[in-house]
């Protein structure tokens, strides 16, 4: 239990030791003052239960410092009770009655009635504390709801905005291949031996393919949410090189680098042997690259790797717009974006499930970007993550975030 402060105030020390001994017990402090002045200074300092005002005292007496507490906003609520030699008229001469609890003790002290009296006042001090300390508990467990409410609310509506953009960015294949094909159809008429040219058919197949693709990656990245979600996002490493992963993603992307006009250089030393899941840090880097396409058209896109001591670093950079710097925190999290344009089409999952897998391989994911000045995302991955002679606590894990 906090301790109970009290105020003792004469200009006889030996007065104040007397009271103290009186009043003397385990959830009392006593603060002692000789002059006014003084009593002022501990005022500004402590919350005090109780003031015990000698009323004789040369320079400031007991009434003058009560008067001068009772104007000061902080000191105003103290209650008093004055010491005196027992001249009861001069009880009028104290005007702040109306304005906080008074009492007095008169000379020579009777010891029962002091412990008493002062008791009294503890007990209220008491009974106020506890008081504000329900307040206090209440006041936060409904800032902690409220925060909650919030919370709870934001989750709703980024969900809410998901679903319209999920349904949207798989419409758009559906719509394109429904097209193709009704195409297709009306070039086939048996009735007057109609049927579309070798390069109709060539068109056909590569127009269906990339959209059949595109849907199967949209479907395959809302799957990988869902893993992530579950707990259920495994990892099956195998030997390889950083080298290789890169070859593989860099000849996956060839078509559309053409495309949209991206230049490429890559800086990644042959030999750099890892044992990694393959597949889903091929992902990870596809992720990289596929955004630098879609927010950096027409830069150079780079990308490098070193090794270094027991990791690697992985690293693609571009010289696009960049990440305004509140956002950086954001991207890697589920449904966000930081493109307030809605003509670059996404999920705002890509970085989200990569940041899960690099973690899954014990690693770390960042961004450096400045706004206007390209985006560089960074991942340093253990070698060996899935080894079994790595020190437990980074052992690999399989990615899963708590729900809201
Ligand atoms: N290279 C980049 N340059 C500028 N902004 C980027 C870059 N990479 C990511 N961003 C920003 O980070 C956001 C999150 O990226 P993320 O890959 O998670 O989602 P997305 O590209 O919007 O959708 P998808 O789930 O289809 O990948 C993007 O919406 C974009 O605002
Ligand atoms: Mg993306």
Not at 116 to 139: G, N, Y
Not at 158 to 179: G, W, Y
Not at 263 to 271: A, E, S, W
Not at 335 to 341: G, H, Q, W
Request: charged residues 30%; glycine residues 4%; contains cysteine.
């Amino acid at each position: 239990m906090e301790k109970m402060k009290i105020l003792l105030v004469d200009d006889k020390k030996e007065n104040l030791f007397a009271l103290q001994s009186l009043l003397g017990s385990e959830e009392i402090e006593f603060q002692k003052a000789t002059s006014g002045t003084e009593a002022l200074e501990l005022l500004l300092v402590h919350d005090f239960a109780v003031a015990l005002l000698d009323v004789q005292m040369p320079e400031m007496d007991g009434f003058e410092l009560a008067e001068l507490m009772r104007g000061a906003e902080r000191t105003r609520a103290v209650p008093i009770i004055f010491v005196t030699a027992g001249a009861h008229n001069r009880q009028s001469t104290f005007r702040g009655y109306e304005k906080g609890a008074v009492d007095f003790l008169y000379k020579p002290l009777d010891p029962h009635i002091v412990k008493s009296k002062v008791q009294v006042f503890i007990e209220l001090a008491r009974q106020r504390q506890l008081l504000r300390h329900q307040l206090e508990e209440t006041q936060r467990a409904l800032a902690a709801r409220d925060e909650a409410l919030a919370t709870a609310k934001e989750a709703l509506r980024t969900r809410d905005e998901f679903m319209t953009i999920a349904s949207h960015e798989l419409k758009t294949p559906v719509t394109s291949l429904k097209l193709q094909l009704q195409m297709s159809k009306r070039r086939i008429d048996p009735a007057k031996n109609l049927m579309p040219t070798p390069a109709q058919l060539t068109n056909l197949i590569d127009v269906s393919n990339r959209q059949v693709t595109r849907l199967a990656e949209l479907i395959e990245d809302l799957l990988d949410v869902a893993r992530i979600r579950a707990g259920r996002l495994e990892f099956t490493p195998q030997a390889t090189t950083v080298a290789e992963i890169v070859e593989e993603v860099t000849e996956r992307f060839a078509d559309q680098l053409d495309h949209s006009e991206n230049k490429l250089t890559i800086d990644v030393p042959q030999g750099i042997a890892v044992e990694w899941d393959r597949s889903r840090i091929e992902q990870v880097l596809v992720n990289f690259v596929s955004n630098s396409i879609k927010y950096a058209p027409g830069t150079l896109i780079h990308i490098a790797a070193t090794a270094e001591r027991d990791h690697a670093v992985l690293s693609v950079r571009d010289e696009g717009p960049g990440i305004p710097k509140d956002r950086q925190p954001k991207i890697f999290e589920r449904f966000e974006r930081a493109t307030a344009s809605r003509s670059i089409s996404g999920l705002g999952i890509g970085l989200y499930i990569a940041n899960q897998i690099v973690r899954g391989h014990c690693g770390r994911l960042r961004v450096e970007s400045e706004e206007g000045k390209g985006a560089k995302f960074i991942a340093e991955i253990p070698l060996r993550p899935f080894s079994t002679n790595m020190i437990s606590d980074t052992k690999p894990r399989s990615s899963h975030d708590p729900l809201p």
